[in-house]
């Protein structure tokens, strides 16, 4: 069975960085673009960055929220993904699911609380 | 980017009452391969979203045939009929046909 489970989530200050990671399994990985999508508590979901996979030279897309802060990663010997994030803000904070298949597949989630 | 616009934000439903979602999208989703890459999500209370029907009509594994999705462009509508007490939650409408993906703002399906 697919799985996507997310982990890495915490409370921060706001200006810190956080790291956190998805683990894949149950499909071939290599193969598939990975997102990250977050929703703020009470809110609705919004798209937060992309990674194609490796024949598209892992090209990476991120929405203007977040362009210059967040970097997509993926490391498919791992079948892992990540979203480092950097100057985290208070309108960062978010339950944060990692995404793949055309929204087919989600995780659990893992919840990021920027708060000083 | 590409606004998505749901309608209503909420409705209450009696078990057994069927009910529409319009989901209306500021720029045609047709992608240049052809295919329309709008989907519909369910999220539950508590739990993540999942996807009940993708490329606008098709059903996902498992999901019932009371539900069905329509529509073309810019202008689609997801339909369940005899609404049962598991399909309560909020529903989404997405695109990946555009970057950035977006979401519609969601509609809550209450119990009357």
């Known amino acids: 069975a697919v799985q996507l489970v997310e982990s890495g989530g915490g409370l921060v200050q706001p200006k810190e960085s956080l790291k956190i990671s998805c683990a894949a399994s149950?499909?071939?990985?290599?193969?598939?673009?990975m997102y990250w999508v977050r929703q703020a508590p009470g809110k609705g979901l919004e798209w937060v960055a992309r990674?194609?996979?490796?024949?598209?030279?892992?090209?990476?897309y991120y929405a203007d929220s977040v362009k210059g802060r967040f970097t997509i990663s993926r490391d498919d010997s791992k079948s892992m993904v990540y979203l480092q994030m950097d100057n985290l803000k208070t309108e960062d904070t978010a339950m944060y699911y990692c995404?793949?298949?055309?929204?087919?597949?989600w995780g659990q989630g893992t919840l990021v609380t920027v708060s000083s | 980017d590409v606004v998505m616009t749901q309608t209503p934000p909420s409705l209450s439903v009696a078990i057994g009452q069927s009910v529409s979602i319009s989901c209306k999208s500021s720029?045609?989703?047709?992608?240049?391969?052809?295919?329309?890459?709008l989907h519909w999500l369910l999220q539950s209370s508590g739990r993540s979203p999942k996807r009940l029907i993708y490329?606008?009509?098709n059903l996902d594994s498992g999901v019932p045939d009371r539900f069905s999705g329509t529509g073309s462009q810019k202008d689609f509508t997801l339909k369940i009929s005899r609404v049962e007490a598991k399909d309560l939650g909020v529903y989404y409408c997405a695109q990946t046909t555009h970057f950035p993906r977006t979401f519609g703002g969601g509609t809550k399906l209450e119990l009357k």
């Open positions: 995404t793949a298949a055309g929204l087919a597949y």
């Open positions: 149950g499909f071939t990985f290599s193969n598939a673009a």
């Open positions: 490329q606008v009509s």
């Open positions: 990674i194609r996979t490796k024949p598209n030279n892992y090209a990476t």
């Open positions: 720029q045609s989703l047709v992608y240049s391969d052809g295919k329309t890459y």
